[in-house]
C-alpha cells in the first residue's frame, strides 16, 4: 500500500461552518436561513439588506470558531487513515486574527492532529500533496493532486465531471475512495 500525503480542507469538510455562520446570523437578525438554502458559494445572496461586514463578523471573532463541531464521521474516519500510515495535512483558507482559536478547536476535536500538521493557505493548488479533500471546487480545479469533492448544499450545481474530481457524499466513502488509490 503507498502511503499518500492528503490533504484535507476544515471548515465544512471536518469542521461544521455554515450551519454554525447562519445560526449565528439568524438570532441575530432574526432570519431564518437553512444549511440548504445556501446554494452557491457567496453566502450574501442568501441575507439580502445586510451588508459583508454584517455577514463575515461572526468568522473574526474567536468564541465562534470554539463552539463549532465536528462533520459527522470525520474524526473517525481521519484517524483511520492516519493510523494506515497516511500524511494528514490539515490546509485552510482563514483569516490571521482567528487561526490559533480555530486550530485549537481543531486540535481539540481531532487530538490525533498536531498543530504543524494545520496550515493555513489561501492558495491550496501551490501545496503540495498526492489527493485534496475540499467542498470548495475554487480549491480542486487546477490542482496536481486527485481531488475529493466533499458534497455540500453550496457545491450541488457544480458540474465535476471534466475536471478529474469525485464527489463524495460521506466520510465513510472518502476512506473507501483514499483505500482505493493506496492500493
Ligand atoms: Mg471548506
Same mark, same amino acid.
Given at each position: ?17 455554515? %450551519? =454554525? ?14 444549511? /440548504?438554502?445556501? !446554494? ?11 451588508? /459583508?461586514?454584517?455577514? +463575515? ?10 463552539? !463549532? ?21 490539515? %490546509? !485552510?483558507?482563514?483569516?490571521?486574527? !482567528? ?12 487530538? +490525533? ?7 493555513? /493557505?489561501?492558495?491550496?493548488?501551490? %501545496? ?9 471546487? =475554487?480549491?480542486? %480545479? ?7 469533492? +466533499?458534497?455540500?448544499? =453550496?457545491?450541488?450545481? +457544480? ?25
Amino acid at each position: 500500500m503507498r502511503k499518500l500525503t492528503i490533504l484535507c480542507d476544515a471548515d465544512d469538510t471536518i469542521q461544521e461552518l455554515t %450551519v =454554525h455562520w447562519i445560526s449565528e446570523l439568524n438570532r441575530k437578525y432574526n432570519r431564518n436561513v437553512k444549511k /440548504e438554502d445556501v !446554494t452557491s458559494w457567496d453566502i450574501t445572496r442568501v441575507y439580502p439588506g445586510l451588508n /459583508e461586514d454584517e455577514i +463575515f463578523a461572526p468568522l473574526y471573532k474567536n468564541e465562534f470558531w470554539s463552539k !463549532t463541531t465536528a462533520v459527522d464521521g470525520s474524526g473517525y474516519f481521519l484517524e483511520k487513515l492516519a493510523r494506515d500510515g497516511h500524511k494528514i495535512l490539515i %490546509v !485552510t483558507a482563514s483569516n490571521a486574527e !482567528t487561526f490559533e482559536a480555530k486550530k485549537k478547536k481543531l486540535i481539540e476535536m481531532f487530538p +490525533f492532529i498536531k498543530p504543524e500538521q494545520i496550515i493555513r /493557505e489561501n492558495n491550496k493548488q501551490k %501545496v503540495a500533496g498526492d489527493v485534496l479533500i475540499d467542498d470548495g471546487v =475554487h480549491n480542486l %480545479v487546477g490542482g496536481k493532486y486527485a481531488k475529493i469533492l +466533499f458534497n455540500q448544499p =453550496h457545491n450541488a450545481e +457544480f458540474e465535476e465531471r471534466g475536471y478529474g474530481i469525485t464527489r463524495v457524499y460521506s466520510w465513510r466513502e472518502i476512506y473507501e475512495k483514499i483505500c482505493h488509490m493506496a492500493a
